[in-house]
């Protein structure tokens, strides 16, 4: 039987082992910065709310397009995303780390995934022209960029005009975007909120350009 004065040591220790995991989460969020490599095992881990399939039925890849994963890391989602748009379609999966870029290029050619193009680049500048993807992605990413409005409209300005976008979230990431912030951001930028899976906790949110604002006549 545990006495009550090791009760209270043991009490003790796992409150300062959360003030302690709470300061680091505090930390990492007020400077935003990606995995590094060295933890690349830690994002291949099963994901149970935002999941591959999930994915694939709220960003509904279609054959032949051309789609934008931005943060696309070692590779959790983006073997799947390439699959779905075959034969013709290319999928660009966009890492800040050249150390994620050459291990998303050596799984992908073991993969025999010929149709993605890994890039190293920066969410904040992409390198693309305007009018470029049929849609884009990016999970559990947008918090970890240092200018997020900035990424966002990089995004929306690489976007067709009846492009779609779609963003995932999930705790217990300390740069978790929480939903309600996000749908004021994007939307500010002229896209509409069209469908969500998930949770408060965790969740696939995809907004789609509006097509009928953009093809109204304009007021004389």
């Known amino acids: 039987m545990i006495s009550r004065r090791t009760s209270r040591a043991i009490a003790a220790l796992l409150g300062l082992a959360l003030l302690v995991g709470l300061g680091y989460a505090l930390r990492w969020r007020s400077n935003p910065s ?39 890391g070692t590779g959790y989602y983006t073997g799947m ?5 075959e034969p013709s379609g290319t999928l660009h999966a966009v890492d800040v780390q050249p150390e994620m870029v050459e291990h998303l290029r050596t799984r ?8 993605v193009e890994p890039i190293c680049g920066d969410a904040r500048s992409l390198p693309y022209p305007d009018n470029t993807f049929d849609a884009a992605y990016l999970i559990l990413v ?17 976007l067709k005009p009846d492009g779609r976008l ?3 979230e999930a705790l217990p990431d300390p740069h978790f975007v929480r939903f309600e ?35 109204a006549d304009p007021v004389e």
Request: a positive charge; proline letters at 6%.
């Open 34 to 72: 990606p995995c590094p490599y060295a933890q690349r095992h830690a994002i291949d881990l099963p994901r149970p709310v935002i999941t591959r399939s999930r994915l694939r039925s709220v960003l509904e890849p279609r054959a032949g397009e051309r789609i934008l994963e931005v943060g696309s």
């Open 81 to 85: 995303v390439a699959r779905a748009i």
């Open 108 to 115: 992908m050619r073991a993969e025999e995934n010929s149709n």
């Open 142 to 158: 947008l918090g970890e960029i240092p200018d997020q409005e900035r990424a966002l409209d990089e995004l929306n300005r690489v």
């Open 166 to 168: 779609v963003v995932g």
């Open 181 to 215: 912030r996000l749908r004021r951001r994007v939307e500010r930028r002229g896209l509409k909120f069209e469908d969500r899976i998930g949770t408060r906790a965790g969740y696939f949110a995809r907004f789609d350009a509006d097509v009928s604002e953009q093809s």
